[in-house]
């Protein structure tokens, strides 16, 4: 198992700027985070793009091809929720055991001639086992951060707290976290999405009433077997590290209040736990979000995955204050009358058209998720400055001024 690369940083280097650097984000970065061209101003978010998880697994996944040239490569699912990323991983060869995509080999086809890259968003303790089993070379891509959650998830396990997970149940790091409640005999999860769960939790702790419909309504959201009864006895709140940083803490606030109505504020630290497992860079982001809100915008362009969590998160805030468009890459821009985007809150995209003003003064505050890299940033900004009329000379002299 190899976690911490081949010592080729300086090999890829050359690669990955090819692949993902962008020249007018770099010069913007220096500047202020501020555009002027024309009238047309970009205000950019203090913190945006890759993160420090999503650098290392990038350069993982590019050492490890250089490594093993030769060698059968397979991605356990997507490296990280960008489009652009995992179609430059493909177009190295690198296929997919599993994600959205075609899948290009099953676990149990494996063998130990093959290397398998785990994403950054690691991967459930059985499919691990599995791989082991396999006897494939493993390259370990998984953020630290969120082996940070699963050691928490692991003590509540070990201390007979069930795990309450605010996060997405499908999404790959949630299902890696909850799989490391059950490797304990008496290890439990619940996954809860939003306040409006958190609620329905909260009432069955305070009344313990109707387990049907409770369990109706959580049965692909807990552990085997779960019982509420005595499952929610003790409760420890950990969450998906991309969630949005205010929802997280009223949820672990609701539950606290919940469980010291039930058995007593001096009794409290026997039922009850909370460890805030926001990552350092979403925070930071979600932070830069709502500083960049509170300039006058005309719109906010978002960039990244349409199945990014950080990213939906970082539209959620900006769709509170202006006209906002989520976007996975700047082909979304269609023109200056369409744009293809992802609204807050909807499971595909969709075609707006009159998104974009053709005349007059225009801010347009931009942001991206930390899986999205600084050349699709850059070709978005690019893109909008020619639908509005500028040229490249026009673009390259605002750069230089
Ligand atoms: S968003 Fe956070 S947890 Fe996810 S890869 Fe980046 S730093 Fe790691």
């Known amino acids: ?82 489009p652009r990323v995992n179609n430059c991983l493909r177009q190295m060869g690198i296929g997919f055991l599993n994600g959205p995509g075609p899948q290009d080999k099953k676990i149990g086809e494996l063998n130990a001639q093959d290397v398998v890259i785990i994403a950054a968003f690691g991967t459930q303790v059985q499919e691990m086992e599995q791989l082991k089993a396999k006897g494939s070379i493993l390259v370990d891509a998984t953020c630290g951060s969120v082996v940070l959650v699963w050691k928490r998830v692991e003590q509540y396990a070990k201390d007979g707290f069930t795990a309450v997970v605010h996060g997405n149940y499908r999404h790959e790091e949630t299902r890696a976290t ?88 001096e009794q409290l630290a026997g039922h009850f736990r909370t460890f805030d497992t926001i990552c350092s860079a979403t925070q930071d982001r979600q932070d830069a979000m709502m500083e960049l809100v509170k300039n006058h915008l005309d719109i906010v362009i978002v960039i990244g995955g349409f199945n990014s969590s950080n990213t939906s998160h970082l539209s959620e805030i900006a769709t509170q204050h202006a006209p906002t468009y989520h976007i996975d890459d700047s082909n979304c821009i269609l023109s200056d009358k369409d744009i293809r985007h992802k609204p807050v809150g909807k499971p595909v995209s969709i075609v707006t058209s009159g998104w974009l003003p053709t005349s007059g003064p225009l801010t347009i505050g931009v942001t991206a998720g930390a899986s999205t890299p600084n050349r699709v940033i850059g070709d978005a900004i690019e893109r909008i400055i020619q639908l509005r009329g500028y040229s490249t000379d026009q673009l390259k002299s605002a750069l230089s001024s």
């Open 1 to 82: 198992m190899f976690r911490k690369g081949f010592g080729l940083k300086d090999q890829v280097r050359d690669d990955l700027e090819q692949d993902y650097r962008s020249m007018i984000v770099e010069t913007v970065r220096t500047r202020g985070n501020r555009l002027q061209v024309g009238d047309l101003t970009f205000l950019i978010a203090k913190e945006f793009g890759f993160c420090y998880g999503v650098e290392r697994a990038v350069d993982y996944a590019y050492e490890t091809r250089k490594q093993f040239p030769e060698k059968n490569i397979y991605l356990t699912t997507e490296l990280i929720h960008n």
């Open 178 to 265: 909850v799989s490391r409640a059950t490797q304990f005999p008496q290890g439990r999860y619940l996954v809860v999405w939003d306040k409006d769960e958190a609620k329905l939790v909260c009432e069955y702790i305070r009344t313990g009433k109707d387990k049907e419909a409770f369990m109706a309504h959580f049965a692909s959201k807990t552990s085997e077997g779960f019982d509420p009864d005595k499952d929610l006895l003790r409760v420890g709140v950990a969450n998906q590290t991309t969630m949005l940083s205010s929802d997280s803490l009223e949820i672990a606030q609701m539950l606290k209040e919940a469980m010291a109505e039930r058995y007593g504020s």
